[in-house]
């Protein structure tokens, strides 16, 4: 089945490839793991803190168990998050924590950010 002329006009203009003004320095491209709204959100809270448990982090960022625990299992899978299982008594407990990894990559998005702001500025 061929998709529809105007399904083609837009899967095209998505394929495209995004282009900057020219200027005299190109922006750098953000980490796309932590844009995400929740990853980014995730990595904010635990830059501030040394740790926090699943409880902590669902309360703060109000979020739903499946959607933390899909975008923080994203960030453990990419280095940038280590998440501890324990018990206490017979209540299971998951700690997470940036790992040193994830605070450089956080570092360098923040420093993407603000040469993003830079350049606004300049214009």
């Known amino acids: 089945m061929t998709p529809s002329p ?12 995004v282009r900057s ?7 750098p491209d953000l980490d796309r793991l932590i844009h995400e709204r929740m990853r980014l959100a995730i990595v904010s809270a635990l830059a501030a803190s040394e740790s926090l ?20 299992r994203r960030l453990e899978e990419a280095g940038y998050v280590a ?3 324990a018990f206490e008594g017979r209540v299971p407990k998951t700690v997470y924590r940036l790992t040193a990894e994830g605070r ?13 702001i830079e350049h606004a500025r300049r214009k």
Do not use: I, W
């Open 6 to 17: 105007k399904r083609q006009a837009r899967d095209s203009r998505s394929a495209r490839p």
């Open 21 to 27: 003004r020219p200027g005299p320095r190109t922006l």
């Open 53 to 72: 448990t699943f409880l902590e982090l669902r309360k703060l960022l109000d979020a739903s168990d499946g959607n933390l625990s899909v975008h923080a």
């Open 83 to 85: 998440c501890t299982k």
């Open 104 to 116: 450089r990559a956080f570092e360098r998005y923040l420093g993407h950010l603000e040469a993003v």
